[in-house]
Nanobody
């Protein structure tokens, strides 16, 4: 059974940084992608970033490009989201996701992702 466990959320002032982590277990192949989505109160879930496990290719939403960086640790089966220069509009619940057949090119489409974590709250105060 695939499990995705997120950690690293919290409360931070605008301009600050946080690093989210997501550890995957119960998955044995390498032909997949992992990503992060977020959902703010009253808004739809939106894509943040994704990475291909096999190629290392990354994709970032325009709204976070230059501020957030997704990376992975193959040995630990963990994906990270380094978030710098945080803004109040970055506030929301951040979800870790896994696309079982993502291959070399990660996707920003939520329907591509098969597994989702429980989410971790990120709150950025102004």
């Amino acid at each position: 059974q695939v499990q995705l466990v997120e950690s690293g959320g919290g409360l931070v002032q605008a301009g600050g940084s946080l690093r989210l982590s997501c550890a995957a277990s119960g998955w044995t192949t390498s032909n997949y992608c992992m990503g992060w989505f977020r959902q703010a109160p009253g808004k739809e879930r939106e894509f943040v970033a994704a990475i291909s496990w096999i190629s290392g290719s990354t994709l970032h939403a325009n709204s976070v490009k230059g501020r957030f960086t997704i990376s992975r640790d193959n040995a630990k089966k963990t994906v990270y989201l380094q978030m710098n220069s945080l803004k109040p509009e970055d506030t929301g619940v951040y979800y870790c996701t896994l696309d079982a057949v993502g291959g070399y090119l990660p996707s920003r489409a939520a329907e591509r992702y098969d597994y989702w974590g429980q989410g971790t709250q990120v709150t950025v105060s102004s």
